[in-house]
């Protein structure tokens, strides 16, 4: 891994998020870029566009001076740009954070985008973070670690991938060994089902013995759990078996589908709950 993108609004739900890219720059030596994007304000008359001009120019100004005191604070605190393993800048636009982050991910090179989330409260400051987040999700078609402002001190030591057997489980895994590989994480692959059965068992089977063909030598542990309804296992097994990371695949069709077909105010809350790396689907031609 290169280079790691880090979307930031100056809250402390972003402030979490930056330490967990620093932990993860600073193991893969990797280049961290803080992003801070300014929306164009729309405007109907020369006069307000005069007006809107001069306050878009204060906006970039001071976000600027957080900006550049932020990375001051990484260089400082880690060792950024000195001899603390990575290097790390920042981008200011004025732009939607869509559209940034995909120009940057499609032709910048990063790899991996760290975000804070959290779930709904009563304050349209966190509607709009856990909005962003899942618009990121959503639209951007890379890697993204949303991170919740409750998270833990960041650790890697313990990621949880849920699987549904398919195609795009094997370049999904690929990918989350290759985030693994920097912390020597245990991963532990698991699969949800309603009830057991013969054919269940059989399909397990299968699907452990050509995980363990695909990746020698990784710190692999394959559980098949049964829970009727899947998000509830899913996070019941993340809880018991001490997750520091849950990883899905974010596909159109599949068991855990449900997880983004809920209402929005449904998926910030269990996106807020754990680290959640979200991997697009993607078969293997």
């Not at 394959?222 to 899947?230: A, M, S």
């Not at 899905?248 to 983004?260: D, N, P, Q, S, T």
Request: include cysteine; glycine fraction near 6%.
């Amino acid at each position: 891994m290169e280079k790691i993108l880090c979307p930031v609004d100056f809250s402390d739900t972003s402030g979490r998020a930056i330490e967990y890219a620093v932990y993860i720059a600073q193991h893969a030596g990797a280049h961290l870029s803080l992003l801070h994007v300014l929306h164009l304000p729309i405007v109907d008359t020369s006069e307000t566009a005069l007006v809107a001009s001069e306050l878009l120019g204060e906006q970039k100004r001071d976000a600027a001076v957080k900006l550049d005191a932020l990375i001051l604070e990484m260089e400082n605190r880690y060792g950024a740009n000195r001899d603390g393993g990575f290097t790390c800048d920042y981008i200011l636009k004025e732009a939607l954070l869509t559209d940034i982050t995909n120009e940057l991910t499609a032709s910048g090179g990063y790899e991996l985008i760290v975000m804070g989330t959290t779930g709904l409260d009563n304050t349209m400051e966190e509607l709009l973070i856990g909005s962003n987040t899942e618009a990121v999700i959503e639209e951007v078609k890379s890697p993204v670690l949303s991170i919740p402002a409750t998270a833990p001190a960041p650790s890697f030591e313990k990621i949880v991938y849920a699987s549904d057997y398919s195609e795009e489980d094997r370049n999904a895994l690929k990918q989350v060994v290759n985030l693994g590989s920097f912390f020597g994480s245990q991963i532990d692959v698991v699969h949800v089902v309603k009830s057991q059965g013969a054919t269940h068992s059989e399909e397990a089977e299968h699907f452990w013995a050509e995980l363990q063909k695909l990746f020698p030598n990784v710190p692999l542990n394959f559980q098949e759990i049964t829970n009727k309804h899947r998000d509830e296992g899913l996070k019941a097994y993340f809880k018991k078996a001490g997750g520091e990371v849950l990883a899905i695949v974010r596909r159109k069709k599949g068991f855990l589908r449900e997880l983004f077909t809920q209402s929005l105010a449904e998926r910030l809350t269990y996106q807020a709950e754990v680290p959640l790396l979200v991997l697009h689907g993607q078969k293997i031609k």
